[in-house]
């Protein structure tokens, strides 16, 4: 992924600027990830500076203070599952568990599951003892939608989001803001 968007010098610098899609998404993820924030944004274009703000990274674009921009927490997600029948908000929460559980680099902790009326949640940890809640919801059934959230970690939704796209029975996912679900609906494919 890196070669086809980096070109190495003395300096690394944008070879090839991407302009949307996964290469603009891996673009964004490279500039989040990057150690000692060593990848920078010059541009002044607002709505790729907002994606970055949206990452918790604004200090990363040189002209971003100038333009007020606030980062917009997506934790809210939708998707479609194939053979819809076949699940539950149940046993996708257990598939994120086990997936999080199998995991041999980050080591996660995980709370028990908990069914109520409103739905299915566990609780993750990656560090010590700090738990965050995750919601499974079922939203359309026959149809096979359902609604995942959380409390606004940006962390945690790169784990879900990787997790959602890694499932080849999962499409069409989309994230919203707490504000946009419950609001006007507008919703991106990456949860920045």
């Known amino acids: 992924m890196f070669p086809k968007l980096l070109r190495r010098t003395f300096l690394v610098g944008v070879k090839r600027q991407p302009t949307a899609g996964p290469d603009f998404d891996n673009a964004l993820r490279t500039l989040r990830d990057a150690e000692l924030q060593c990848i920078r ?29 606030k980062p917009v927490s997506r934790d809210h997600v939708t998707f479609e599952a194939a053979q819809a029948s076949e699940l539950s908000a149940l046993g996708i929460a257990a598939a994120f568990r086990d997936s999080l559980l199998a995991q041999s680099v980050l080591k996660f902790k995980v709370r028990e599951i908990s069914v109520s009326s409103g739905g299915v949640s566990l609780s993750v940890s990656w560090f010590a003892e700090h738990y965050h809640p995750v919601f499974f919801e079922d939203i359309d059934q026959p149809a096979g939608r359902w609604l995942i959230r959380n409390n606004g970690n940006i962390g945690l939704s790169d784990l879900l989001h990787d997790w959602l796209s890694a499932e080849h029975r999962f499409t069409n996912i989309r994230w919203y803001s707490k504000e946009s679900w419950t609001g006007e609906k507008t919703s991106r494919r990456t949860p920045w």
Not at 50 to 60: C, K
């Open 41 to 69: 944004y010059r541009g002044s274009d607002a709505a790729v500076m907002q994606r970055i703000a949206d990452l918790g990274e604004l200090e990363l674009c040189d002209f971003g203070s100038r333009h007020g921009l």
